[in-house]
């Protein structure tokens, strides 16, 4: 049987001495399980990873020219997926938040005196040894969302999907090939789905399946992404185009949805699906100010800020009805959904056979 | 509607992806023009009364509305209401792509026009 494969780490400080401390310290306590090389900035430690690849990096935060935090920043770019370890004399709470927000794996204090570094050796120790030990590790660029998904449902894998740009962080739950749930800031569910498939650019992690805290989404895994690139489309080509117009400008809002009380004990979306309101680039943020979901029997599946859920329901049975005299008329097909934006915001109303959703936001495009 | 003005709205209505257009008045008088063999006069009418009507049913649900976009498999309806009760439709080829800023544009200079 051969031996396992050393973990390659490579440590990244403008101190020189405390390298060469590094790698006789942790150097004995890894026993030959690490093999440890050093860079005193990052344009050496670029130049080592370009040629041999690191299981992880140990990332001194005060550097001179580039720091460790934008180096971090850097690094997540260039090299998507490599677990950084932050490693730093000045730890404050602010510091460690903005790393673990960029996605470094740990934020360790540099031990002041050699009594210190067993426990920092055993931390990095465990979590190189965590890291998944078969498939492939490498960049993939311009890779769409929809591709990872559908490799990872097709191949009936269990995992999670992060995904991140500067403003948004969202996770995509895959159990045995079957998309189960889905979260972004406070979306959940195929909303939250289909407003993370509607992203840009940005990018992703794939980790292991965690159970989530509630599985949110049933539809196959194919009708899920087929409808997130219908809605992308309807939404004016949003991933080709720079600044998405809004399909329709309405002159006046429905009092039923104007007129949302907003509770101080409900959460409040952040971001809207981009699926149901595209956002020019000079536009206000949009702000979801309520929306209800029935299934498509009629049965009220999820509502939020809703007034009347009553009134609401009836509004989309009624325009259901005049949609449906209307296909009657004309060949225009199935209806899909009926639209409405305002000074203040924008109403969607859409009717499928396996749901009515009702979906009404505030901000976004200036009328 | 006297024939240079309805020249000039056909004119100006003449956008991508737009099939016809259809305005009925508060008396239920109509006046149309076809792009394409899409739709007859009479599904023109039938649609855009049916339109017309279903904005009043909305208002009396405390919709106050006066502009809709209806979105079937094959097209866009889009309404646009003067306060003197005059409804223009537009009958749009349903796309990807298709941006409808400029359609949008149109229907609010018909609202503006009031």
Redesign the interface.
Known sequence: MSAPRKKQILFVDDDAQLLGLFRELFGTMAKDRWEISVAQNHAEALAQLQARKADLVVLDIGMPMMDGVQFLKLLGQTHPGLQVVMLTGNATLEKRKECLDLGAAMFLEKPTDKSGYPAVFAAIDALVHALPQEGFRGMMRQVGLQEVLQMECLGVKSSVLEIFTNKVRGRVFIHEGSIVHAESGQLSGDVALYSLLALRGGGFNLTPFTEPDRRTIEGTWEFLLMEAARLQ??G??VASMPAP?????????????ASAPRGPSAPEPAVAPAAAVTTPAAARPTEIKQTVLWSGGGELLHAWQCPSTD?AK??LE??EQ??R???A????????????T?NDGRVVCQIQSDRRLLVATAGGPA? | MNPKTKSQLTQSLALPGVAAWCICDANHAFEHHCFTDWFKAAQLQTITMRLAGALEGLRKRQTAARQFCWVFEHAQLLLAQRTNGETLVLFVEHRPGLNLSIHQAALAEFSARS
């Open positions: 489309d309807e004016g080509e117009e809004p399909a329709v400008e309405m002159a006046d809002i429905p009092d039923v949805f009134q009836q509004l009624f325009i005049q949609a005299q209307i296909s008329a004309a060949a225009v097909g199935r209806f899909e959904r009926m639209e409405a305002t009328v």
